[in-house]
């Protein structure tokens, strides 16, 4: 079993408990079959991105081209987890009708259900490029460094190439195909750039 198989494995159950996009608007306690609601432990799920960053980089060696081969690693991870999320939280929704539709699905509905809050800001120019803006994103929230600043920024970056992936993987999976980078300047702040492919 490869390394990104057994991370795949390993982070799949978190997001398998996650109550319906349904269940969170309603504010229900029961999931769907009427049975208590699963809750995920946040902290949990926190740790385990830490430890599937760790484990990314110490599969690898230290060389610059290894740091690519990490990030798609952690991106392809997002990938395959954000189309099986998109596939059980649409699949009692109608089509989207345009790409802004999916975006805004992306921003409202899927943010809310990975980190229980929307996106804060969603920006386009109309010409297939959205601008996605989280002011506090959860899994920086507890991130400091020694260095501070542009240091806390840099090596926070790889913590964002799995977002990346859940991202692009939701597109995908709703029929836009796209690239998405991200980038920090401070912490907790961070930005998504999507740019659809035509």
């Not at 946040?42 to 230290?62: G, K, Q």
């Not at 802004?100 to 899927?110: E, S, Y």
Request: glycine share 8%; proline share 3%.
């Amino acid at each position: 079993m490869s390394v990104l198989q057994s991370a795949s494995s390993a982070i799949t159950p978190f997001f398998n408990a996650l109550a319906s996009p349904d269940d969170i608007a309603s504010g229900s306690g029961s999931n769907s079959a009427g049975g208590p609601k699963a809750m995920v432990n946040e902290s949990c799920l926190e740790f385990l991105t830490m430890e599937m960053v760790d484990l990314m980089f110490r599969s690898t060696a230290d060389s610059e081209t290894d740091k690519e081969a990490v990030f798609y690693k952690l991106e392809m991870l997002g990938y395959h987890v954000g189309q099986n999320l998109v596939e059980r939280f649409t699949r009692d929704r109608q089509r989207f009708g345009d790409t802004l539709d999916v975006v805004k699905f992306v921003c409202k509905d899927l943010w809310s259900i990975i980190f229980k809050k929307q996106i804060d800001n969603l920006k386009t120019n109309h010409r297939g490029v959205y601008v996605l803006q989280d002011n506090n994103f959860r899994w920086f929230l507890r991130m400091s460094t020694e260095g501070g600043g542009n240091d806390a920024a840099r090596k926070a970056t790889p913590y964002l190439w799995f977002p990346c992936g859940l991202i692009r993987g939701a597109l995908a999976n709703l029929g836009v195909v796209s690239v998405v980078i991200a980038e920090s300047a401070s912490l907790p702040q961070c930005t998504f750039q999507i740019k659809i492919a035509k």
